[in-house]
């Protein structure tokens, strides 16, 4: 079992899936949630960004920590799991009959799953319903699907219009989860509109995700980059500042000491006015010749 030390080339993903995102996004910066570099590059973070474009290092990478979702066998990292298992049972009690169907693949059960559906719709239409192995967010164990029945047959986009799935979109966030691959945002998520994959994410970054005015990861993910790239720039700033402080202040020493040794030297308008005093003799200092 390896843990992945970094996501490869999740900067180059992100900014060539962004490239269909709006120019400005709703929060400022400043008010998202603090995150270090590593949250957004380390596999094993549930912040962790993975789509069509960004591989897992290693590709065969396994979560540790795997628990059983309840007693249905299916497993995800603990704190997924919880999240899940909570929005269920509050979904149940709310009257909507949802299941967990899919929760962690192996990157070896990804293939066969990916394969199959190559098999069967090609590999265009299969990159768009499935993602390679090494590119799935449930090898993270951070992801599942949900459903009215065990039958994969209920994945379908019209599931976002039943009442469960409404139920599921509206309440998602109070759980940290969120809907990973919403409807309209294919060219930025990779993926068509699947209303029953959520992904956890945690509630904290699930609520400002909800109120920053993004509406996929990606762009949330972006947002989050930016925080890390502001301090650099402003301590940049405050740098600059400082020098051209200190510049402008030698600057003025300088000025300063140029004055005050002017006062001891004899200039032309001085010499001027010695030109027509009387000889040093008939000053009255009392010199003789």
Same mark, same amino acid.
């Given at each position: 079992?390896?843990?992945?030390?970094?996501?490869?080339?999740?900067?180059?993903?992100?900014?060539?899936?962004?490239?269909?995102?709006?120019?400005?996004?709703?929060?400022?910066?400043?008010?998202?949630?603090?995150?270090?570099?590593?949250?957004?590059?380390d596999a094993s973070s549930m912040l962790a960004l993975i789509n069509p474009t960004t591989k897992l290092s290693p590709e065969d990478y396994t979560p540790t920590k795997l628990v059983s979702v309840g007693s249905t066998g299916l497993t995800l990292r603990a704190e997924a799991a919880q999240a899940v298992e909570d929005l269920i049972?509050?979904?149940?009690?709310?009257?909507?009959?949802?299941?967990?169907?899919?929760?962690?693949?192996?990157?070896? #059960?990804?293939?066969?799953?990916?394969?199959?559906?190559?098999?069967?719709?090609?590999?265009?239409?299969?990159? #768009?319903?499935?993602?390679?192995?090494?590119?799935?967010?449930?090898?993270?164990?951070?992801?599942?699907? %949900?459903?009215?029945?065990?039958? #994969?047959?209920?994945?379908?986009?019209?599931?976002?219009?039943?009442?469960?799935?409404?139920?599921?979109?509206?309440?998602?966030?109070?759980?940290?989860?969120?809907?990973?691959?919403?409807?309209?945002?294919?060219?930025?998520?990779?993926?068509?509109?699947?209303?029953?994959?959520?992904?956890?994410?945690?509630?904290?970054?699930?609520?400002?995700?909800?109120?920053?005015?993004?509406?996929?990861?990606?762009?949330?993910?972006?947002?989050?980059?930016?925080?890390?790239?502001?301090?650099?720039?402003?301590?940049?700033?405050?740098?600059?500042?400082?020098?051209?402080?200190?510049?402008?202040?030698?600057?003025?020493?300088?000025?300063?000491?140029?004055?005050?040794?002017?006062?001891?030297?004899?200039?032309?308008?001085?010499?001027?006015?010695?030109?027509? %005093?009387?000889?040093?003799?008939?000053?009255?200092?009392?010199?003789?010749?």
């Amino acid at each position: 079992m390896r843990l992945a030390s970094a996501l490869t080339g999740t900067v180059l993903a992100s900014a060539l899936l962004l490239s269909a995102a709006p120019a400005s996004l709703a929060a400022p910066t400043e008010d998202l949630p603090a995150v270090e570099s590593s949250q957004l590059s380390d596999a094993s973070s549930m912040l962790a960004l993975i789509n069509p474009t960004t591989k897992l290092s290693p590709e065969d990478y396994t979560p540790t920590k795997l628990v059983s979702v309840g007693s249905t066998g299916l497993t995800l990292r603990a704190e997924a799991a919880q999240a899940v298992e909570d929005l269920i049972a509050d979904a149940r009690a709310a009257g909507h009959s949802i299941k967990l169907l899919s929760a962690y693949r192996s990157y070896e #059960r990804q293939a066969a799953l990916f394969n199959q559906y190559q098999s069967k719709y090609g590999t265009a239409y299969a990159e #768009r319903i499935s993602a390679r192995p090494g590119t799935s967010e449930h090898q993270l164990g951070l992801a599942a699907d %949900l459903g009215y029945t065990n039958s #994969r047959a209920e994945l379908k986009e019209e599931f976002g219009q039943t009442p469960a799935g409404i139920w599921i979109a509206k309440h998602a966030s109070d759980y940290g989860l969120i809907i990973r691959y919403p409807q309209g945002k294919e060219e930025i998520t990779g993926y068509k509109y699947e209303p029953w994959h959520v992904r956890y994410i945690g509630k904290e970054h699930a609520k400002a995700l909800a109120e920053s005015g993004a509406e996929t990861y990606e762009e949330y993910f972006q947002m989050l980059s930016k925080t890390l790239e502001e301090p650099k720039t402003e301590a940049s700033a405050v740098a600059k500042e400082e020098e051209s402080d200190s510049s402008n202040k030698s600057e003025k020493e300088s000025a300063k000491d140029s004055e005050e040794v002017g006062h001891g030297v004899v200039k032309e308008d001085d010499l001027l006015v010695l030109r027509f %005093l009387p000889p040093y003799r008939d000053w009255g200092f009392g010199f003789t010749e």
